[in-house]
């Protein structure tokens, strides 16, 4: 996915977002790429669910997961992303994906 502009240059955005950001803008800014670079979820143009995130896309069954009714799905709002009580686990399946309307929506 590195290799497809448009998503190395929407994680070089965050990335360079955080040059010189206080803590707490770290950790919002660390959940952010969490939920979009990471585990990002986007609709198609049929409004079925995709995902285009780096940590989906190189497990299967997260692949698998992601495209069951278990988890939650929240449209994608950094507001909420940046929400102190907003967690993701490192090593289990999420338990939530914040689904953008597009790619570019979420950029």
Not at 8 to 34: C, T, V
Not at 48 to 74: H, R, W
Not at 83 to 106: G, L, W
Request: proline share 5%.
């Amino acid at each position: 996915m590195f290799a497809h502009k448009d998503f190395a240059d929407f994680s070089q955005q965050i990335g360079l977002a955080s040059l010189g950001a206080s803590e707490i803008e770290l950790k919002r800014l660390a959940a952010l790429y969490w939920f979009t670079i990471e585990f990002g979820m986007c609709l198609d143009s049929k409004g079925n669910k995709k995902a285009y995130g780096a940590g989906i896309m190189s497990s299967f069954g997260e692949l698998e997961y992601c495209q069951t009714d278990v988890p939650t799905f929240l449209p994608l709002d950094p507001n909420v992303i940046a929400q102190d009580h907003v967690n993701f686990p490192i090593s289990e399946m999420q338990p939530i994906y914040f689904v953008a309307e597009s790619f570019d929506k979420a950029k």
